[in-house]
Structure formats: structure tokens, C-alpha cells
């Protein structure tokens, strides 16, 4: 199957930037997805990318802020966020998708990472 290893989550100050990085064990490629969730919350859609790297989208909310990419070589998806803002403040998890195109619910994905804590102070 696969595993899925989040890292570089932190404590930021609002205009800050961070990058998350998505580690991805097996010989299968998918279609990846970065979801959010804070307390009281849903979980929430924020970006995704399918097998190739060459199609994205964006939930509204982070559009023109945050760039989800991908190495395939090393078997690690990216989140680049700038512009923080404290309303980005939620655990950040990484997702794979076992057909090639993009999701945007997480009903359609099918392997989760642990999460990563992203804290945005004003």
C-alpha cells in the first residue's frame, strides 16, 4: 500500500511563510491532496495535484497564497504557503488518491498522513 509522513508544520507570525513536505512510500504513484482541519472544525479541502504534477487546484480560501507541487523522483509532495494568516492555523494532512486525477473530497482519498501542526500568531 502506501504511507504518507508529514513534516514541516511550526509556530509562524501572520505574513510568515512555511513549507510543508508530504513523504510517500511505494512503487505506486497517485493523484495527492493537502486537507486542514482546526478545532470545532470540518475537515477542509486545500489543494491537490494529480500523478503527473501538471494539473492543480486551489480551495478559494488559499488560492494565489499556497502551491502544492511534486517530485516524483523522490516520492515527495510540497505545500508552500506564504502570506499566513491565523485563520490558516489547523493540522495539516497529506492524502493519496489511487486514481491518477485530482479529488477534492476526502471521501475520495484512500491513504492519510499522521498531520502536521501549523500555528499562525497575529
Known amino acids: 500500500q502506501v504511507q504518507l509522513v508529514e513534516s514541516g508544520g511550526g509556530l509562524v507570525q501572520a505574513g510568515d511563510s512555511l513549507r510543508l513536505s508530504c513523504a510517500v512510500s511505494?512503487?505506486?504513484?497517485?493523484?495527492m491532496g493537502w486537507f486542514r482541519q482546526a478545532p470545532g472544525k470540518e475537515r477542509e479541502f486545500v489543494a491537490a495535484i494529480d500523478v503527473s504534477g501538471s494539473n492543480t487546484y486551489y480551495a478559494d480560501s488559499v488560492k494565489g497564497r499556497f502551491t502544492i507541487s511534486k517530485n516524483n523522483l523522490k516520492n515527495t509532495v510540497y505545500l508552500q504557503m506564504n502570506s499566513l494568516k491565523p485563520e490558516d492555523t489547523a493540522v495539516y494532512c497529506c492524502?493519496?488518491?489511487?486514481?491518477?486525477?485530482?479529488?477534492?473530497?476526502?471521501?475520495?482519498?484512500?491513504?492519510w498522513g499522521q498531520g502536521t501542526q501549523v500555528t499562525v500568531s497575529s
Open positions: 492524502a493519496a488518491r489511487r486514481p491518477l486525477t485530482m479529488g477534492v473530497a476526502p471521501t475520495e482519498y484512500s491513504y
Open positions: 511505494g512503487r505506486t504513484l497517485y493523484a
